[in-house]
């Protein structure tokens, strides 16, 4: 019996290491501090793998402040209740034609449609 209980103990002391090892591993996979054996943190040092994504996080958030900056003026155009496009469509049909070769498009008819 005295020869199991140790084999047990040292089962559990390998099982222990083994379980902190990996768990080690994985933490400094993907970037976050190590634990040493009381609990402790380590930090790792900045690499330069992690400066580079770091300055193109920060080029990426630049770009996307942007593109919302773009994105709201957009939306004011388009939602702007001055803005009415079937009005200016009309200006532009009601504008003569000052020669035949201008006119290449297709006539609409639109009078013909709206009275069927």
């Not at 080029?59 to 001055?82: F, N, P, S, W, Y």
């Amino acid at each position: 019996m005295d020869g199991d209980m140790k084999i047990f103990v040292l089962l559990i002391i390998a099982i222990s290491t083994v379980g902190w090892i990996i768990n080690n591993w994985i933490r400094a996979k993907h970037g976050y501090p190590l634990e040493d054996e009381f609990g402790g943190k380590t930090e790792q040092s900045d690499s330069a793998e992690t400066k580079r994504l770091e300055a193109e996080n920060r080029e990426l958030h630049t770009k996307l402040d942007a593109m919302q900056d773009r994105m709201i003026v957009l939306e004011k155009i388009v939602t702007d209740r001055g803005y009415s496009l079937s009005d200016e469509i009309e200006a532009l049909r009601n504008l003569p034609a000052t020669t035949p070769a201008s006119d290449s498009g297709v006539p609409l008819n639109l009078e013909e449609r709206t009275k069927a």
